[in-house]
């Protein structure tokens, strides 16, 4: 059930991405290019994305997930380093190139051997992350 | 142009439906990034995520060949910006704890502070790298 679920997740999801136009990298870096030809539909996305979801929180109220177990709970409101530093870097290469994971691995059947060669450093960039994570922690601790 | 907005709208919709159905039926965070890294990492439920990505593969597959003018990637070609870019979207997401479907579209929706404060972040990082690389230095 749990991996039906997943599978009918991953469908609506890899759809959306097409339909929407986000493994386009024009679309995504033009909504990120503020001083160029300004793209605005990322922000349609993200509101149309938000909203079944505004509505998938509220249920979560009262009640269990469908297949047992608790929902997610909230992290506390914590700055750290991690966040932000991994969301600087995560932006860069965002911009440099236009995809983040998702559309990355949506277009893996369509996006050449670039596509390929991005998803393969993506999963390096994870494999190498707890170590940079840790370093940060020791950064953070020594200052 | 505004049609593309509705399509934005529409595809973003079914994004947010994915996310429900992974959110009410396992109670889990719709992220592809922490799904992703789950399996770099080896943690559990394996099989969950790889089901998960081959219906992300799946869909876009199929729905390409029956649109009459089938959407590219427009991915650059300088390989040297493909490796550094995925190598920092793969590091920044992990090391961040999600990307724009986890800290973008389920956070944002939960009104998380991180998930919000992490999108801000990435945006503005994603907008200066775009304004540096491409208008100042002329270099993407």
């Not at chain 1, 959306?16 to 033009?30: E, F, R, Y």
């Not at chain 1, 177990?69 to 750290?80: A, I, V």
């Not at chain 1, 911009?95 to 998803?119: D, E, H, K, N, Q």
């Not at chain 2, 300088?78 to 090391?95: D, S």
């Amino acid at each position: 059930m749990r991996v039906l679920l997943s599978m009918l997740a991953g469908s609506l999801f890899g759809a959306g991405l097409l339909i929407s136009g986000m493994t386009d990298t024009t679309k995504v870096q033009g909504w990120l290019d503020v001083f160029g030809n300004w793209d605005p539909t990322l922000a349609f996305v993200m509101g149309g994305a938000i909203l079944p979801m505004l509505i998938a929180w509220r249920m979560t109220a009262h009640r269990r997930p469908l297949t047992g177990g608790q929902f997610p709970k909230m992290s506390p409101p914590e700055l750290d380093r991690r966040l932000i530093i991994g969301s600087v870097m995560f932006g860069m290469g965002w911009g440099l190139s236009g995809l983040c994971p998702g559309p990355a691995i949506a277009s893996i059947t369509y996006g050449g051997l670039g596509g390929i060669v991005f998803l393969a450093a993506m999963i390096t960039g994870m494999f190498a992350a707890p170590g940079l994570g840790a370093q940060l922690d020791r950064s953070a601790n020594a200052a | 142009m505004y049609i593309e907005w509705i399509w934005g709208l529409a595809g973003g919709l079914l994004i947010g439906l994915g996310a429900a159905v992974y959110l009410l039926g396992n109670g889990r965070i719709m992220g592809a990034s922490g799904i992703l890294g789950g399996l770099v990492d080896g943690s559990d439920r394996t099989l969950e995520r790889l089901s998960f990505f081959a219906g992300v593969v799946a869909t876009p597959l199929v729905l390409r060949s029956l649109l009459s003018s089938a959407p590219m990637t427009h991915l650059t070609d300088n390989f040297a910006v493909i490796v550094i870019a995925g190598v920092l979207v793969g590091a920044g997401t992990r090391i961040a704890n999600g990307c724009t479907s986890g800290h973008g579209v389920c956070g944002i929706s939960r009104f998380s502070a991180r998930g919000i404060i992490a999108t801000l972040i990435y945006i503005g990082a994603g907008g200066a790298t775009i304004a540096l690389m491409r208008h100042v230095w002329g270099l993407i």
